[in-house]
């Protein structure tokens, strides 16, 4: 059975750091995301890396503040996210594709599972 299983939200004031961690069972796949939502928003991308080699995409959000890594041997990826802002907010997804794609998938619909989300809250 496939299953992605987040962990590591939290609440924190602006500034500190969190790190996400996302984990695989099943299978493994193409490409692995992060995404994050905040309520009357569109889910948006924050990040991800393709498995097969180490490329990673950043939404110009987050470059220099966030970082993606992963465990191969865990089946597992990670979002470091340093000099948290109260815009980072919102509820996290892991996201997985199985499939290739020659440029970087970037839309919701691009990915086949999904997390159930952790919230990060960072205060002011």
């Known amino acids: 059975q496939v299953q992605l299983v987040e962990s590591g939200g939290g609440l924190v004031q602006a500034g500190d750091s969190l790190r996400l961690a996302c984990a695989a069972s099943?299978?493994?796949?193409?490409?692995y995301a992060w995404f994050r939502q905040t309520p009357g928003k569109e889910r948006e991308l924050v990040g991800g890396?393709?498995?097969?080699?180490?490329?990673?995409y950043y939404a110009e959000s987050v470059k220099g503040r966030f970082t993606i890594s992963r465990d191969n041997a865990k089946n597992s990826v990670y979002l470091q996210m340093n000099s948290l802002k109260p815009d980072d907010t919102g509820v996290y997804y892991c996201?997985?594709?199985?499939?290739?794609?020659?440029?970087?998938?970037?839309?919701?619909?691009?990915?086949?599972?999904w997390g159930q989300g952790t919230q990060v809250t960072v205060s002011s």
């Open positions: 890396t393709r498995w097969s080699r180490s490329e990673t």
């Open positions: 099943g299978r493994t796949f193409s490409f």
């Open positions: 996201a997985a594709r199985a499939y290739y794609a020659d440029e970087y998938p970037k839309g919701v619909s691009d990915y086949d599972y």
